[in-house]
């Protein structure tokens, strides 16, 4: 049985194009996103709307590889393509771009995207050290005076305050349905679950979004409590980490559930890396600081080193009681395919759980040969 709310999340990304429209009517500001490291508070600060923009499909992949390589990271060609045809509603609507230095790809991508909407690109430390964190807190300010600078308005402490409130309240949420899954059998399938939070990432109003995410929460609840699930009972429960996943990008999920599993967990930047952690509401404590603390805590593979992932994905794996991993990575992504070598090791002889890494791109041209390593990893699982 599905829930009956995700009927709305089905419908979320058409109806948030006309809200975004509706916005930008009324004369108000939107800011286009590329990455969890956005500190989105500081956009809400500036008094206008956050939105996560496409990267996730294939289908302008093409129209990227006339400027780019065609041995790119999807994600990097998606996000290009995208831009230059002008097929991303929330693209078109953006006034303003914000990205960071997660890995090379990006960085060099974000040149050419630089010359079509006015950008500002954080230079993100790849470690966590003291001078790392000085030098993002001081990135958090100059993307706080850009933004005041490019919409003409000032921006306070107590504006940034309330806007971290609010996106806390938003994280928990968030967390909270990721959560639901703990349930065995899982009350909604790992499908619907990736569809309900990546269709979130577009949502403009931030309240709505998050009784959206409530009312979700609540119906899935009420599932579990009496036991109805599209899974079998004993459907191994996986725990899918590695790069972010999307709608249009989501065929090893299917594959995965296809094939009897259920993917329980998300640790991937689409899914729960970037919620584990709050930013610190405490009113003592330099907001900028709260801010830095927080962004440069995602455990992404651009880390080094990058413990915090293994971290992660021992609590997500004991938590929701999965019975095997799978790392998925795109293909050119170099920082998680190196990394792959670390989690296989973690998984296998920490976890003493199966493991399997499956590197492919958007494309559906290997998904019968994904579809036979899929099924015979679950075959171990069962055995």
Known sequence: ????????????????????????????????????????????AAGAHAVTLCGTRQEPVAAAERDLPRNLCPLIKSSYGFAITGKCPYFEAADLLVAETTCDGKKKMYELMGKIKPMHVMNLPHNKSEEAMEAWTREMSLLKDWLADKFGVEITEEDIRKAIKLMNRERDAMRRLHEVTKAKPAPITGVDLLVSVWTKGFNVNKEDGIKLVEDLIAETEELAAKGISPFASNAPRILLTGCPVGFGSEKVVKLLEESGASVVAFENCSGYKALDRLVDEDESKDVMVALAEKYLNIPCSCMSPNEGRLELIGKL???YQADGVVDLTWQA???????????RDFVQS??????????????????????????????????
Do not use: W
């Open 333 to 343: 992504c170099h920082t998680y395919n190196v990394e792959a070598f670390f989690i």
């Open 1 to 44: 049985m599905r829930p009956e709310s995700m009927k709305i999340f089905d419908e979320l990304r058409n109806l948030n194009v006309l809200t975004v429209q509706n916005a930008k009517l009324q004369g108000e500001k939107v800011v286009g996103c590329y990455c969890t490291f956005t500190p989105q508070e500081l956009i809400l």
């Open 350 to 383: 920490q976890l003493n759980l199966p493991y399997i890494h499956l590197e492919t791109d958007y494309s559906e041209s290997d998904v019968e040969q994904l579809r036979v390593r899929v099924q015979a990893f679950l075959e171990l699982i069962q055995e």
């Open 317 to 319: 794996a004991k938590e």
